[in-house]
């Protein structure tokens, strides 16, 4: 049976479209990936941050070098004491002010996520370490956040509280600080900052302004996988070891 040149041509155009179109969807799969990726890079290009744009998967990948560069915590009000010691000095009630005491009501009984540092109102707040980048930002005074909460029986939900003006910087090691009731917010989304850097001042917006309490700075630190953990735990390492953090990251390639 002979093919008809007419055939030829359908399956070469068939082809042609074929190739065109994967082409087309290709390009598109690119610029969407190149959109979602930001790069940061560090002096002397010790530290990459490969990040999608919702700082939902970031990727780090940096050198030991940075790590022992960078891996000092400091404090929120840029004194040179160690964290326990700033727990010590700013905690008003030892207890209800404290990692993980309990909060809400019976019905929707949750843990408090942080601690409250008592300083004066409008104090200037900065990064914990000399890199960060600013991931979450409100300027909103009634500012709500999500937080996971127990109902009678154990069932687990969530309930929103008034966080107040909120500003979440992430930091190499994938940690996160979340500072909230600021009275006001200096950093803009994705801006890197260091430890010069005044993240905002302390004050009394969200849920404190009616509780009776005097302007404090709720400060959360997260995991990774957006756990919130007591400060004390994780700001107890003082020796510098390189080998403590690349054994403890990790590094989400997707
Ligand atoms: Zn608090």
């Given at each position: 049976?002979?093919?008809?040149?007419?055939?030829?041509?359908?399956?070469?155009?068939?082809?042609?479209?074929?190739?065109?179109i994967?082409?087309?969807?290709?390009?598109?799969?690119?610029e969407?990936?190149?959109?979602?990726?930001?790069?940061f890079?560090?002096?002397?290009d010790?530290?990459?941050?490969?990040?999608?744009?919702?700082?939902?998967?970031?990727?780090?990948?940096?050198t030991?070098?940075?790590?022992?560069?960078?891996y000092?915590?400091?404090?929120?009000?840029?004194?040179?004491?160690?964290?326990?010691?700033l727990?010590?000095?700013?905690?008003?009630?030892?207890?209800?002010?404290?990692y993980?005491?309990v909060?809400?009501?019976?019905?929707?009984?949750?843990?408090?996520?942080?601690?409250?540092?008592?300083?004066?109102?409008?104090?200037p707040?900065?990064?914990?370490?000399?890199?960060?980048?600013?991931?979450e930002?409100s300027?909103?005074?009634?500012?709500?956040?999500?937080?996971?909460?127990?109902?009678?029986?154990g069932?687990i939900?969530?309930?929103?509280?008034?966080?107040?003006?909120?500003?979440?910087i992430?930091y190499?090691?994938?940690?996160?600080?979340?500072?909230?009731?600021?009275?006001?917010?200096?950093?803009?989304?994705?801006?890197k900052?260091d430890?010069?850097?005044?993240?905002?001042?302390?004050?009394?917006?969200?849920?404190?302004?009616?509780?009776g309490?005097?302007?404090?700075l709720?400060?959360?630190?997260?995991?990774?996988?957006?756990?919130?953990?007591d400060?004390?735990?994780?700001?107890?390492?003082?020796?510098?070891?390189?080998?403590y953090?690349?054994?403890h990251?990790?590094?989400?390639?997707?």
């Amino acid at each position: 049976m002979r093919i008809k040149t007419s055939h030829i041509r359908i399956v070469i155009l068939i082809a042609l479209l074929v190739v065109v179109i994967s082409d087309f969807f290709y390009i598109k799969y690119l610029e969407k990936k190149i959109n979602n990726t930001n790069i940061f890079s560090c002096e002397s290009d010790s530290l990459i941050v490969l990040s999608s744009s919702d700082f939902k998967k970031p990727v780090y990948a940096f050198t030991a070098d940075f790590i022992d560069t960078f891996y000092r915590y400091e404090s929120p009000f840029k004194e040179k004491i160690e964290f326990d010691e700033l727990i010590k000095k700013y905690i008003r009630n030892r207890w209800a002010d404290h990692y993980g005491c309990v909060r809400g009501t019976r019905e929707k009984k949750r843990i408090h996520e942080g601690i409250d540092l008592y300083v004066p109102e409008n104090t200037p707040v900065f990064p914990l370490s000399n890199f960060g980048i600013v991931t979450e930002v409100s300027d909103n005074p009634h500012y709500m956040v999500l937080v996971e909460c127990e109902k009678p029986g154990g069932i687990i939900d969530s309930v929103k509280i008034e966080y107040g003006k909120t500003v979440r910087i992430l930091y190499p090691e994938g940690i996160a600080s979340i500072y909230t009731h600021l009275n006001e917010v200096f950093v803009e989304i994705n801006q890197k900052v260091d430890k010069n850097t005044v993240v905002g001042l302390t004050g009394l917006t969200g849920n404190i302004r009616n509780s009776g309490k005097p302007s404090h700075l709720h400060l959360e630190l997260r995991d990774s996988k957006n756990r919130s953990f007591d400060p004390r735990n994780r700001l107890r390492f003082n020796q510098i070891s390189a080998e403590y953090f690349l054994q403890h990251i990790s590094i989400d390639t997707k």
